[in-house]
């Protein structure tokens, strides 16, 4: 059975992504209700889940338009603050999509209770804003040794597996990757990639975990490299990532 993974355009910045299997629809985070039931209606499905990642209003603002007899999944550590949920998850739990195993991981830093979807036989995880495209998200509730934690989680996944990622920001963490490796050729030809895609109108999200293991500053902490860059040879790779991160809050 093959997936079909629609990644859907919303507000400014936002993602959310349609993950269709068999004769089942899932739809991960739900930024704004219009575009996404635009997106359903023309392709003739019917969401029958929706997976939140965490509570910020820009990843539910659309599930109570959109659920309509849908099952509701998210973080049993956030149910407080997400919309009713009919399946409340924690890390290590895991459930059926149509025939399909997905597991739940805990990846807190960016909020308490941020929680990412990985799909073994579609080779894809859906990070929102723990993992992101050249980046991670801004630790806003949890710690940095935390979000590095949560980091080192979802880098330790098959090389091949496909983030999908909360927002298109991806053109500028490049900018900022450079002043962390101006050297790296890896990041100097992604760079390259994304300009090009971006004059075409086209997203950067999603990104292979491979291409974000040799270019995203933020997973590349623990290497001597980067931390020789930042004379913090050392530094354990947590102080590491923590330091990359403070200076991408100012940048």
């Known amino acids: 059975m093959s997936f079909e993974i629609v990644t859907v355009p919303c507000l400014k910045d936002n993602y959310a992504f349609l993950v269709h299997a068999g004769d089942r629809t899932a739809l991960v ?43 509701v999944r998210g973080a049993a550590a956030d149910a407080h603050r997400l919309p009713p949920l ?3 998850l924690g890390d290590g739990d895991s459930f059926d999509f149509a025939g399909h195993e997905v597991r739940v991981m805990d990846v807190s830093g960016h909020t308490i209770g941020h929680i990412a979807y990985y799909l073994p036989d579609a080779k894809a995880a859906f990070t929102a804003d723990s993992l992101m495209a050249l980046g991670c998200g801004r ?3 949890g710690t940095f040794p935390q979000m590095w934690d949560s980091l080192s989680k979802l880098a330790a996944l098959p090389e091949d597996t496909i983030i999908h990622s909360g927002h298109e920001y991806t053109e ?6 450079l002043t962390i490796e101006p050297e790296n050729p890896a990041l100097l030809a992604r760079i390259e990639a994304i300009k090009a895609a971006r004059a075409d109108g086209q997203p950067t999200v999603p990104s292979r975990l491979d291409e974000e293991l040799a270019t995203n500053p ?20 947590a102080a590491v990532f923590a330091e990359i991160r403070r200076r991408k809050d100012s940048f």
């Open 172 to 177: 500028a963490n490049g900018r900022f990757a």
């Open 139 to 141: 630790v806003f509730e």
């Open 86 to 88: 009919d399946s409340a």
């Open 218 to 237: 933020f997973l590349r902490a623990g290497l001597a490299e980067v931390k020789m860059l930042l004379n913090m040879s050392d530094e354990s790779d």
């Open 29 to 71: 985070d739900a930024p704004e209700a219009a575009p996404i039931a635009e997106a359903v209606r023309r392709r003739g499905w019917t969401i029958d889940e929706i997976w939140i990642t965490h509570h910020h209003g820009d990843h539910i603002d659309g599930v109570a338009e959109l659920r309509q007899g849908a099952i």
